[in-house]
């Protein structure tokens, strides 16, 4: 199983972008997709995850009201929208993914799948 981000860019502040992550390899039937950020110097932090089960979504506090995340289960694909960016937004994104739900969907050890990163890079 592979996991393909892309999507990432520079934006100036108050801008969007999406991200997509595609799964490749083989009949991927996972439940939980998620994407993660990491900041240079810091360590990597939840950022939202979504589960074709219970199809229902989880955010983070920071990014609540302003991301949105969705997935084509058809395309193996899971989407990341990103409006109203913050110059504190700046990471490299990295997306997701495992077969089962688990209740600590916000804890990166939980995920046996992982793309590369995405950096996003968000101008004041």
Same mark, same amino acid.
């Given at each position: 199983? !592979?996991? !393909?981000?892309?999507?990432?860019? %520079?934006?100036?502040?108050? $801008?969007?972008?999406? %991200? ?7 009949? /991927?039937? $996972?439940d939980a997709m998620a994407? /993660?950020? !990491? ?6 932090? /939840? &950022?939202? @995850? +979504? ?5 229902? @979504?989880?955010?983070?506090? *920071?990014?609540? $009201?302003? /991301?949105? +995340? *969705?997935?084509?289960n058809a395309k193996n694909t899971v989407f990341? !929208?990103?409006?109203? %960016?913050?110059?504190?937004?700046? @990471?490299?994104?990295?997306?997701? @993914?495992?077969? +089962? ?7 990166? &050890?939980?995920? *046996?799948?992982? $793309?590369?990163?995405? %950096? ?5």
């Open positions: 199983v !592979q996991l !393909q981000a892309y999507g990432g860019g %520079l934006v100036e502040a108050e $801008g969007s972008l999406r %991200l997509a992550c595609t799964v490749s390899g083989r009949t /991927f039937n $996972g994407w /993660f950020r !990491q900041a240079p110097g810091k360590e990597r932090e /939840f &950022v939202a @995850a +979504i589960s074709k089960s219970r199809n229902r @979504a989880y955010y983070a506090d *920071s990014v609540k $009201g302003r /991301f949105t +995340i *969705s997935r084509d990341l !929208q990103m409006n109203r %960016l913050r110059p504190e937004d700046t @990471a490299e994104y990295y997306c997701a @993914a495992r077969l +089962i739900w688990n209740v600590q969907y916000y804890n990166p &050890v939980h995920y *046996s799948y992982w $793309g590369q990163g995405t %950096l996003v890079t968000v101008s004041s």
